[in-house]
C-alpha cells in the first residue's frame, strides 16, 4: 500500500465518519427535544455501533499501511499473538489489528529508522561540502 493510496483511504474514511457523527448529531438533539436526555442517551448508544465500526475500519487501515511500510524496510513487525498486548480482533471487521500499544510500537521502529537513514544522508553531505570546501580554498591558494 502506498503512502498516497493510504493517505486516500484514510481521508474517505473520517470523512465517513465525520458525516455519520453529524447525523447521529441531529438524532441526539431531535430525541432530546421529544423524549428527554434519557431517550438522547438512547438513541446515541444505539447509533454509536455505526462510529465504532469506522474507527475499527480505520484502525486496520493504520495496521496494514505500517506493516507494509515496515516490511518494505525490512524492519521488525510485533509478532502476532492473540495473547499479545499489541494484537486484537476486531469484533466489526472480524480481523486482527494492532492496538494502540502495537501502533506506538510499530511507529517507533519505523521513525527510528527513518531518522538513521536521514542521519546517514547528512553525514555524506557534510563530507561533500567540506570536500567541495577543501576544493574552492586550494584553488584559491594556487591562484594567488
Do not use: C
Not at 430525541?31 to 469506522?54: C, H, N, P, W
Not at 475499527?56 to 521488525?76: G, M
Not at 499479545?84 to 521513525?111: A, C, M, V
Amino acid at each position: 500500500m502506498s503512502y498516497l493510496s493510504y493517505r486516500i483511504a484514510l481521508y474517505k474514511l473520517n470523512r465517513k465518519r465525520q458525516k455519520k457523527g453529524e447525523v447521529i448529531s441531529k438524532y441526539v438533539e431531535e430525541a432530546r427535544r421529544t423524549g428527554g436526555e434519557t431517550k438522547a442517551q438512547e438513541v446515541y448508544e444505539s447509533e454509536r455501533f455505526d462510529l465504532d465500526m469506522i474507527d475499527h475500519e480505520i484502525q486496520y487501515l493504520q495496521t496494514r499501511y505500517l506493516i507494509n511500510k515496515a516490511r518494505k524496510n525490512f524492519l521488525d513487525v510485533p509478532p502476532f499473538s492473540e495473547e499479545s498486548d499489541l494484537w486484537e480482533h476486531s469484533p466489526f471487521t472480524r480481523k486482527y489489528q494492532l492496538t494502540e500499544k502495537g501502533i506506538t510500537q510499530i511507529r517507533n521502529t519505523i521513525r527510528g529508522y527513518e531518522k538513521e537513514r536521514r542521519e546517514k544522508v547528512a553525514f555524506y553531505v557534510n563530507i561533500l561540502f567540506g570536500l567541495l570546501g577543501l576544493l574552492i580554498g586550494l584553488i584559491a591558494v594556487i591562484k594567488r
